[in-house]
């Protein structure tokens, strides 16, 4: 890396700021870098950016705009903007993200959690608390968990009308041993772990008893909630670069229509559900139908039905474990 110094104008010179830049100079030219970089949000990443590299509330860049920023700090957030206009997710820089309100830390290796999963999040608590849930101890399943936002926010945000929380156990599981960690991680941040179980193993394999190691063999659930991977292996190539180039492969590709695991979900889960109890998936705009068939043809499940995200799209599948 070029150092600045009287003796290298050069690197003065290549530098995006000049020394005394103000914290609304240093946005709006990031966000500007951004931009032609052709990043989507240019000018809430770069504020995002520059209250980190400052480190202060962004509210604070916002009330504070003619206050010069230290060299130093001007340093440490052209770093960053270079970094983000090279396609690294604002999430991976910052290594947090914030969904349903609450705290998540994020980690390359672990997909990044999407705003329209909250839908899925938001049903399973509507379900939990209508008047049809049962009476007792409900176990709750996070499969695929990645980062664990779903299954996390659910053991955080399942609190009946009159503020009791619901009697609910819920277990974060993931073939990979990082996004258990991370979920693990996640669960302390929002002081929930002790009400929680993280297992690592092939989709449903270890609660039925077929893993090597199997986590209990006895487990059987009355909610199961899910976003696979369902990505067609051929559309991963032509997603945006974020995704393509910094989210894991394992957490994206559903196999050559992006429907494989929806096929091991609809024979594999029922054997770990009570009956009666609710499957919640997230699924790809376009696999609505694809996805009902393969749930009532497996003879495993019925009353499907789909609901929208807020832009519209399909986007959860809600069935009932006959
Ligand atoms: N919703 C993600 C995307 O569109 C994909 C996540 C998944 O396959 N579950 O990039």
Redesign the pocket.
Known sequence: MSVASPKNPKAVKNRMFEDATTIKEAYTKGAAMLEAAGVADAVRDSRTLLALAMDVSENRLILGQQIPVSPDRLRVYERMVQRRASGEPLQHITGNTEFMGLPFVVRPGV?IP?R??EIMVEKALEIIKSDSWPEGRVRILDLCCGSGVIGISIARLAQASDGSAADIEVTCADISTDCVYLAHTNAELNGVDRNMRFVRGDMAAPFAGRADDPADASVIFGMVCC?????PTEVIGT?QRE?RDH?PTL??D?GYDGLDFYRRIACEVPEVMTPGGTLIL?I?SEQREAVTEILTESGNFDKAECIKDLAGLDRVIMAVRK
């Open positions: 997909l999407r329209e999963t976003n696979p991977p369902y990505i997603l995704v989210d957490a994206l559903g997230e790809g």
